[in-house]
């Protein structure tokens, strides 16, 4: 007779505590995080230039902010940027405006 080998440690037994099962699940999560890319000067200088031209124009731009775990995408119109606060205001309907880090900011569409 053949000895099985053991694929998992967790195989070994059939109960797991909840504490245990907690923890196995937040591993999981940390190792599929993202890290955040760095922009260099020309993509921060592409940025400013399409967000610069949302506020002229008032044409949508979408925004592509980045999140640990996946991207996510606003659309609207660029009211103004708060250099000193580093943030870009976004309106995407006539009464709804948020404030977006331009930390968060990864890349810009038109």
Same mark, same amino acid.
């Given at each position: @007779?053949? %000895?099985?080998?053991?694929?998992?440690? *967790? +195989?070994?037994?059939?109960?797991?505590? $909840?504490?245990?099962?907690?923890?196995?699940?937040?591993?999981?999560?940390?190792?599929?995080? &993202?890290?955040? $890319?760095?922009?260099? +000067?020309? +993509? @921060?200088? %592409?940025?400013?230039? !399409?967000?610069?031209? %949302?506020?002229? #124009?008032? %044409?949508?731009?979408?925004?592509?902010?980045?999140? $640990?775990?996946?991207?996510?995408?606003? &659309?609207?119109?660029? @009211?103004?940027?708060?250099?000193?606060?580093?943030?870009?205001?976004? &309106?995407?309907?006539?009464?709804? *405006? #948020? *404030?977006?880090?331009?930390?968060?900011?990864?890349?810009?569409? !038109?």
């Amino acid at each position: @007779m053949r %000895s099985k080998k053991l694929d998992n440690i *967790w +195989e070994c037994s059939r109960f797991m505590l $909840p504490e245990h099962e907690r923890r196995i699940q937040n591993e999981n999560r940390h190792r599929d995080m &993202r890290t955040k $890319p760095e922009l260099d +000067e020309q +993509e @921060m200088g %592409s940025i400013e230039r !399409v967000l610069a031209k %949302s506020i002229e #124009d008032h %044409s949508p731009v979408t925004l592509i902010l980045f999140r $640990p775990d996946r991207d996510q995408e606003y &659309r609207g119109i660029v @009211m103004s940027v708060d250099r000193y606060l580093m943030r870009v205001k976004l &309106r995407w309907s006539d009464e709804h *405006w #948020d *404030w977006i880090p331009i930390s968060d900011i990864i890349n810009v569409r !038109v």
